[in-house]
């Protein structure tokens, strides 16, 4: 490096600084440095001052944070928001989600779904996403032209599905795109076996040495339900993550999605194969699923990351939501008010996430040498005063109305609350006539 570095991008000024990393650090007085994308100084302000600088912005009562990372749903199911309500997860599956996707999930279903969840993602403070849907590849050219970040996990059961005539099928298509994108700066493609109870041992075994082979992760559903592992267990005597463990899929590169039972056992293996579980609370909560002991898995020194789950099943892709929700439910789970603190739930819907998708090099804190991955929540209004501490503020009074900034790799996606690269009202009237075409034909 010469003494001389290159000028700044930018130059950010909020009124409080949470890195997420180092833990529990709140920074006032402070900027942010960005050039080419990535954070290149933070620091005192009045040093931030002296930088040389293309841009500098005040964020007079704004909250800068990393982006949140949702670390499971499923984008395009945006278009069935509120299809079938209140229903258990297998009746809500068998009798109304399959033979909705069955109807009308085609390539421009997943392309105006997943425009929809990315638009609703970015006004919501997510910079990056986890997507398991039919036709990966249009939801990577979604995630392409939008400027955001995401995993793409290519969806993988025993049966013929949207996109794919067998798990064969779905397995080479994903081995392609995944070569098509290895390089690709914001998009990483992993595989998704749905669930145990949808996919055999022999498919299983193609994707554990598929993964293995390529150094890519795997996203699958475990263990949503009690009913799931008690019908394993009566059909083969052996619990489905145990089954994963035999068949040797879990590991750093394992994303466990729901966990919401979990026994000795199941801890155990959790922890010595050091496997990320992605927490969906509400998603288990309308559902009746169950409850993920959050906070045993934390205390256990598992890695939880969280995610909305699809809007079919939620119904909206509020993360920050997500994260009251999950701290709250936590404390009632654990029976202890101080389970998962406001900056534990930060950290989960920030770096675990990234840590989950084998990001947390590059994204999930504020550090220097990352990418600039960030939000700004406007903290400055009636509902969230006072402010005594900005990130129990963020996470117990603050809803996603107050993001007002956000930027991926540096640019700016997200001003002032308007969408930069997409046009609102084209997407809202797009999805409206989506339902419209839907419900006339629902039922
Ligand atoms: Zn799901």
Known sequence: MTATAAPLDLVLLPTWLVPVEPAGVVLKEHGVGIREGRIAFIGPRAAALKLAAT??????????SPGLINAHGHAAMSLFRGLADDLPLMTW?????????????????????????????LKGGITCFSDMYFYPKVASDCVHNSGMRAQIAIP??????????????????????????????????????HAPYTVC?????????????????????????????QQAVEQTGERPLARLGRLGLLGPRFQAVHMTQISED??????E??????????????????????ERLWQAGVNVAIGTDGAASNNDLDLL???????????????????????????????????????ESEIGSLEVGKAADMV????????????????????????????????????????????????????????????????????
């Open 273 to 294: 194969s050091n496997t990320s579980v992605i927490h969906c609370p509400e998603s288990n909560l309308k559902l009746a699923s169950g409850f993920c002991p959050v």
């Open 321 to 359: 939501g997500e994260t009251r929700t999950a701290a709250m439910l936590a404390k009632a789970v654990a029976g202890s008010a101080t389970a998962l603190d406001a900056h534990r739930a930060l950290r989960m819907a920030t770096l675990n996430g990234a840590r989950a998708m084998g990001l």
């Open 93 to 121: 599956l068998e009798k109304h989600i399959w033979p909705a996707e069955a109807k009308w999930v085609d390539e421009a279903f997943v392309r105006d779904g997943t425009d929809l969840a990315i638009a609703e993602q």
């Open 201 to 229: 041992d022999a498919n299983l075994e193609k994707i554990r040495v598929i993964a293995e082979e390529l150094d890519a992760a795997i996203h699958m559903h475990v263990h949503e339900t009690a009913f799931e592992v």
């Open 266 to 271: 199941d801890l155990a293996l959790l922890v």
């Open 376 to 443: 700004a929540f406007d903290l400055s209004g009636l509902a969230q005063q006072p402010v005594y501490d900005p990130v129990s503020q963020l996470i117990y009074a603050t809803g996603r109305d107050c993001v007002k900034h956000l930027w991926v790799a540096g640019k700016q996606l997200l001003d002032d609350r308007q969408l930069t690269r997409m046009d609102e009202q084209q997407l809202t009237a797009t999805a409206m006539a989506w339902g419209k075409r839907i419900s006339g034909h629902h039922e």
């Open 156 to 193: 993988i059961l025993d049966f013929p599905i949207p996109g794919a005539s067998s798990a064969d099928e779905a397995i080479r298509q994903g081995v392609e795109l995944f070569g098509d994108l290895k390089h690709h700066p914001r998009i990483k493609v992993t595989f998704g076996p």
């Open 55 to 64: 841009e500098v912005r005040e964020l007079p009562g704004m909250l800068l």
